[in-house]
């Protein structure tokens, strides 16, 4: 395994600087529900909105202790867990290829490192990277992975699998993206009874400890906030309508391999682009080669890791609900590169994963280019409250809802003026909620992130009128700047 550890490090460290690059966590700031968690989290307040994630909320009360109403540090955590995410994804597909597939060590290292490469850049990991509030998804992940590294020890000693469970356990405190892990270890155990790698009954009792524990968590939900899903999407999660599953199920499917577009015929005619492309990609499979149980182990795993929140849904016009495909890439990045090395020779192969990398790293720096923006923005309205505490009745003129399918101020933004600027919201009169749309001059700034924004003070009898204005020059937006 040293033998390639300079191709390793040489390795990580370039997706490490490539992230840093394209995130860029310095050009981030608090969005939409921020504002309505943290001062909670600043009160040392766990279940927040009767949520069960406890995990996550004492991370966002250990980041105000750390780090206050300073934005850098929060985005910079949340960063680093996608880097111990992507790290992790590598050991994960490390292990789970010398298992199952039997590669030699530099064909292990190799789709290993692939498969960590597509994930660390992959196009729809917004939320999680970017919005302080999606970081749960994340979070959860790492401990998926965690269970899952000890779970493929199991038969090294009891201590690993002991280790498996309390890794479970933490992440289902984290965030539901979690319950998938049930369903893949018992995939994983059947595979390996079906091989003759290990007994059936050691593998039953295995894979039963773990849904009881799974099941017992369920049980500590209802006790503690007297519902299964929190409030979140609780009137949603077990509403099974048919019609409304296949559609949510659809576009989750779709989305995640394509991004999201404000026209509804764009994002159609991608799909349709991406049936050809599966189509033609399983043809080839199936004549080419037998099936592949490992494979389907994935393809399944992959879709049960939708199901929990399948009923929520997804958006196909904004970023919005991305960090719900956080895990799921965890599986489908692993599926893509092996199909890809089944399908295509190793100079095709490279090719391909070239032109996917660099899919992925575009609009991933078109979601964290927008993100940016979105916190360019909200900076300029908490720092205007900041320093002008005056008693003055504030009229706020195309108050930004939205920015180019961002939430922004859709709420928070006068429970945070309240709890940590002490201002009287009261006064604060929003007489137009806008979403903000960009123009084409705009999507074609690939170099831009940092624009500049302030106010226009108009007053208007004894009210002082806020309309916020921009450079002009890259974007325009509905109803603002009109000076």
């Not at 290829?97 to 490469?117: D, H, I, P, Q």
């Not at 005619?269 to 199936?286: A, D, E, N, T």
């Not at 101020?409 to 749309?437: A, C, N, P």
Request: proline share 2%.
């Amino acid at each position: 395994m040293n033998k390639y550890i300079g191709l390793k490090t040489v390795f990580f460290l370039s997706f490490f600087g490539i992230t840093l690059l394209i995130y860029n966590p310095f050009a981030l700031y608090f969005l939409n529900d921020d504002m309505t968690h943290l001062p909670l989290s600043s009160k040392g307040i766990l279940f927040q909105h009767n949520s069960f994630r406890p995990i996550h909320d004492l991370l966002l009360i250990a980041e105000y202790k750390l780090w206050g109403m300073n934005a850098l540090g929060y985005h910079l955590v949340e960063w680093g867990i996608h880097v111990i995410c992507s790290v992790l994804v590598y050991q994960f597909s490390y292990n789970l290829l010398k298992v199952y597939r039997k590669y030699e060590e530099r064909g292990l290292t190799t789709m290993a490192l692939f498969t960590a490469s597509l994930f660390s850049v992959y196009a729809f990991h917004s939320e999680s990277v970017l919005w302080i509030l999606g970081s749960g998804a994340s979070l959860a992940t790492v401990f998926f992975l965690l269970s899952i590294l000890a779970y493929l020890k199991r038969n090294d000693g009891t201590i690993h699998f002991i280790a498996s469970l309390i890794f479970f356990q933490i992440g289902l405190f984290t965030y539901e993206s979690i319950w998938v892990a049930p369903v893949f270890i018992a995939l994983l155990s059947y595979e390996s009874v079906r091989k003759g790698a290990t007994e059936r009954k050691k593998e039953c009792l295995y894979v039963s400890l773990y849904w009881f524990s799974f099941i017992g968590n369920l049980l500590l939900r209802k006790i503690f906030i007297g519902e299964l899903a929190g409030t979140y999407g609780a009137e949603k999660v077990f509403d099974f309508n048919l019609k409304h599953l296949l559609y949510n199920g659809v576009c989750f499917f779709a989305r995640s391999f394509v991004p999201p577009s404000l026209s509804t015929t764009v994002f159609a005619g991608s799909m349709v682009v991406l049936v050809i492309i599966l189509f033609l990609v399983f043809r080839k499979m199936l004549v080419s080669k037998k099936p592949d149980s490992f494979l389907l182990i994935l393809i399944i795993s992959f879709l049960c890791s939708l199901l929990p929140v399948i009923n929520l849904g997804i958006s196909t016009h904004s970023r919005e609900s991305e960090r719900f495909l956080y895990l799921p890439s965890v599986f489908l990045c692993l599926l893509i590169i092996l199909i890809l090395a089944r399908i295509l020779s190793h100079s095709k192969m490279l090719l391909c994963l070239g032109g996917l990398v660099l899919y992925n790293i575009y609009f991933t720096y078109i979601n964290a280019r927008d993100y940016s923006v979105a916190g360019s923005i909200s900076k300029v309205f908490y720092k205007h409250f900041e320093s002008n505490l005056s008693n003055d009745t504030i009229i706020l003129k195309g108050f930004p809802r939205q920015f180019n399918g961002l939430p922004l101020f859709r709420s928070g933004f006068k429970e945070g003026l309240s709890s940590f600027y002490s201002v009287d919201t009261s006064r604060i009169l929003v007489v137009e909620e806008e979403e903000m749309k960009t123009t084409s001059i705009y999507n074609r700034a690939l170099a831009k992130r940092n624009f500049e924004f302030y106010f226009k003070e108009n007053i208007v009898g004894s009210k002082k009128e806020l309309t916020l204005v921009f450079d002009s020059t890259y974007f325009a937006m509905v109803g603002f700047n009109n000076q």
